[in-house]
């Protein structure tokens, strides 16, 4: 399949699919798109794996990278393996289904299934006692890696308000190791695409061996035949502690943190969706009060990650999570669960071409090419992708966008082109309304007829006979083509007329066949002569071999009679010799 390739790429175009349509540019919250020759690349760089361009392509041009093979190895492989299942599988699944989970990773091979929710547990605690030991200053939630990304390349210098510890996966992950031994593999398996790209982190290296969205385990239980309707319910290996299981909502750390689960809570900000983060990161900012931002960068939670697979309404996914998330566990956490090493680093990312400036004359240079001389001339539009003219301009210079890319510019062009094209035809157009009023005429048609643009707004029928357009009017036919005379104009034309439906408009372009008439006539003229004179020739040769025929007999009896006539003389003159002997010589 063809698209980008980058070693350990985790969102990439299918060439082939995309049509150059900017969607993913318009709704990447970090225009980590790279536009070339109309095909929209992922800029790996820049990327946060986030997945709002796999959400968003209409064309599905927008993929991530595919690890089943990986996970079937392992499962293949001579060591156990632990499945860790993201808790958001509660609301994506309806609740007879969820229940029946355990059995099928089960008959997959996993020798242990768990949820995530139990490292979850372990974050939720050390966020609250984080929060209690530091001093008053705005805190943000690290569950979500595609917040993490975000800070890290976009707003490197709020790094310091990260609370520094792991996310839940990563958690659960340690734990696992920890506790069942090095020879055990893990899997996580959810509907977040960005789980892969945190889990090929160099700092948490040998924790999570593969990361499998829903969709990938949906292929793989279609694979294998498995339908989970058929199993039996079974349990989890392990149930995680109080509330760690809300965390795919918004404000779930914070519910299972004990920090607050009062939508009106002034000491917490839920937020959910790339727009809503961004915004809330930018406003807390610079306060110096106690606030915890609660970040989940996919809108509504993991719930509505890019790779969930089982597409349920919203609602329905919010309310049989909590419901889950609230019940008691079947099984006891463990008495003395132990405390997990969450506590990690975060340091600034470089996401290419941010930091690169530009002169003034540069940017000028880049916004006149697509006619924008003024601030005037700025739409604003977002069609690009880009939220301003200047933006755009920007990533112009920064090799990431195409001048070309302004539609409003390439369609001013379009009808520029179309324009010129109907100025400069040799053909007569002329436009009408729907009362056949003259809305438009081109300068050939005001050269064959006549007149000038003052005449725009008269009936057709002052210049020529409107019985075309009348019959268009009717609606009995869509499209004439014939020929006219217009004999107080000297002109003999070919008409085509039609109507367009869409803007009620009707149209007549004259295509003048005088001068062509003319040179048929000149012509017919011409053969009428040729033929006359063929004929005279004709005649005058047959005449003339007539005359030759009749000399050529009359010659020919005289010669016969002077033959006959000099063979008698002869004959007369032999007969006479012998009596000559007697004369004198």
């Known amino acids: 399949m063809p698209h980008d390739t980058r070693a350990n790429q985790v969102v990439f175009t299918n060439k082939a699919k995309c049509r150059d349509c900017y969607r993913c540019l318009r709704n990447c919250p970090v225009k980590a798109i790279r536009m070339s020759g109309g095909q929209a690349q992922v800029v790996p760089e820049r990327c946060l794996a986030c997945g709002t361009c796999i959400r968003q392509c209409p064309q599905g041009a927008k993929s991530y990278r595919m690890d089943l093979e990986r996970a079937r190895e392992l499962l293949a492989g001579a060591g156990p393996v632990a499945a860790s299942v993201a808790p958001s599988f509660a609301g994506l699944l309806s609740p007879a289904r969820a229940r029946r989970l355990p059995s099928a990773l089960r008959r997959l091979g996993f020798a242990r299934v768990e949820e995530t929710a139990v490292g979850a547990w372990h974050v939720a605690g050390q966020t609250a006692e984080f929060l209690r030991a530091s001093p008053a200053r705005p805190c943000v939630t690290t569950c979500c890696p595609a917040v993490v990304e975000y800070v890290e390349r976009y707003r490197p210098g709020r790094i310091d308000q990260l609370i520094p510890l792991a996310s839940p996966m990563i958690a659960h992950a340690r734990l696992l190791k920890e506790r069942l031994g090095p020879t055990w593999s893990v899997i996580f398996i959810g509907p ?60 779930g750390l914070a519910r299972a943190a004990g920090l607050g689960t009062d939508l009106l809570d002034t000491d917490v900000v839920a937020v959910t969706g790339a727009g809503e983060v961004i915004e809330a990161l930018d406003a807390v900012a610079p306060r110096a009060d106690r606030v915890l931002v609660d970040a989940l960068f996919c809108p509504g939670g993991c719930v509505n990650g890019p790779a969930a697979a089982w597409q349920r309404p919203p609602f329905d996914c919010r309310r049989d999570l909590i419901r889950y998330a609230g019940a008691p566990g079947l099984v006891p956490a463990p008495a003395s669960p132990g405390r997990a090493d969450l506590v990690t680093a975060f340091a600034p990312r470089d996401a290419a071409g941010n930091e690169r400036a530009f002169s003034e004359e540069q940017i000028r240079a880049v916004l ?6 003024s601030d005037d001339d700025h739409l604003n539009c977002g069609a690009c992708g880009y939220s301003t003219c200047r933006d755009k301009a920007l990533a112009v210079l920064c090799g990431m966008a195409e001048s070309d890319m302004c539609i409003p510019h390439m369609r001013r062009l379009a009808e520029n082109r179309t324009d010129r094209i109907i100025e400069t035809s040799p053909n007569g157009i002329v436009i009408l309304d729907e009362k056949l009023h003259i809305v438009s005429i081109n300068p050939a048609f005001q050269k064959m007829f006549g007149c000038s643009l003052t005449i725009a707004g008269s009936r057709i029928s002052c210049l020529m006979d409107p019985e075309p357009f009348e019959r268009l009017a009717t609606g009995a036919v869509s ?26 408009r009707y149209v007549g372009i004259f295509v003048n066949v005088s001068d062509t008439a003319a040179s048929r006539r000149q012509l017919d003229d011409l053969r009428q002569q040729t033929i006359a004179q063929a004929r005279e020739l004709l005649d005058h040769q047959i005449t003339l071999a007539q005359n030759i025929a009749c000399m050529l007999g009359e010659s020919t009896a005289q010669g016969e009679e002077l033959v006959a006539n000099l063979m008698k003389l002869a004959g007369a003159n032999s007969l006479d010799a012998p009596g000559d002997k007697g004369l004198p010589r």
Not at 208 to 223: A, N, Y
Not at 368 to 373: E, F, I, L, Q, V
Not at 480 to 490: C, V
């Open 479 to 504: 499209v004439i083509d014939e020929i006219l005379a217009f004999k107080t104009h000297d002109l003999l034309c070919r008409g085509l007329f039609y109507r367009l439906q869409d803007e009620d």
């Open 368 to 373: 006149a090419h697509t006619g924008k001389m």
């Open 192 to 251: 977040c695409v960005a789980k892969k790209a945190e889990a090929d982190r160099p700092r948490y290296a040998g924790l999570v061996d593969c990361v499998l969205t829903f969709e990938e385990l949906q292929e793989w239980l279609d694979r294998e035949g498995i339908d989970l309707d058929a199993f039996e319910e079974s349990d989890f290996d392990q149930t995680p502690g109080p509330g760690a299981r809300f965390f795919p909502v918004p404000g």
